[in-house]
């Protein structure tokens, strides 16, 4: 089944111990992006990834690191968590990134950082 | 920033009534693409509609495009308990040889059976 996951579901953490979340992609797509869910704010892209090694910021980077070695996975990496970073975090991938193409999401990862 | 305003933010009809939701954007686009929440879960693509198109339908949804206006609207016809969810209009925009999405806060529809 073509699909987008996320690790994991949920996920309480306190300030500054760094944690990584997951995300892989079955449907061989060359692009993917993360994106922020916040109330009254609806989603906001983080980063973004045209293929192996290309990154690149999305609009709302900072705190937030990402690393694309191979084609199918995307992790999301905060090195030093602040509250500020509570929010529910998607994960999804395109064929190529272009015009004119459906996102695919993962089913979301909701972070508690105290 | 937020590309799409949806109108209204929350909608709540009875099944089988028409659920209409609106989406006004603020500069040129390649597309315009309608995407589903079901509560704290993840999006799942509806319908994508060409900057060049007026209309689209799929199913029960019908998608009007007036980039005169620079507004989207979505038509759910027929509403049934399970249309309960989160959507959200998203622009497609051509940005440094990538296609920019940017999604809108959304509607929250609730259908009452």
């Known amino acids: 089944e073509a699909q987008v996951t996320q690790n994991p579901r949920y996920l309480i953490t306190v300030t500054g111990k760094k944690l990584t979340v997951t995300c892989s992609q079955n449907?061989?797509?060359?692009?993917m992006s993360w994106y922020r869910q916040d109330p009254g704010l609806g989603l906001r892209q983080i980063y973004y990834?045209?293929?192996?090694?290309?990154?690149d910021k999305g609009d709302v980077p900072e705190g937030y690191k990402v690393s694309r070695k191979e084609k199918r996975n995307f992790p999301l990496i905060l090195e030093s968590p602040s509250p500020n970073q509570t929010s529910l975090y998607f994960c999804?991938?395109?064929?190529?990134?272009?015009?004119?193409?459906?996102?695919?999401f993962g089913s979301g990862t909701q972070l508690s950082v105290l | 920033s937020q590309q799409g305003e949806e109108d209204p933010q929350a909608l709540s009809i009875q099944e089988g009534e028409n659920a209409t939701m609106n989406c006004s954007y603020k500069?040129?686009?390649?597309?315009l693409q309608w995407y589903r929440q079901n509560s704290g879960r993840g999006l799942v693509h509806l319908i994508l509609?060409?900057?060049?198109?007026r209309e689209k339908h799929s199913g029960r949804l019908r998608v009007t495009l007036d980039t005169s206006k620079k507004s989207s609207s979505l038509l759910i016809t027929a509403s049934r308990a399970a249309d309960t969810a989160s959507y959200f209009c998203?622009?497609?925009?051509?940005?440094?040889?990538?296609?920019?999405?940017?999604f809108g806060i959304g509607t929250k529809l609730q259908v009452i059976p």
């Open positions: 999804a991938s395109s064929l190529l990134g272009g015009g004119n193409e459906k996102l695919f």
């Open positions: 449907m061989n797509h060359e692009y």
């Open positions: 990834s045209m293929n192996v090694e290309v990154t």
């Open positions: 500069t040129s686009i390649n597309n």
């Open positions: 509609i060409r900057s060049n198109e």
């Open positions: 998203a622009t497609g925009k051509n940005s440094g040889g990538y296609q920019k999405v940017t």
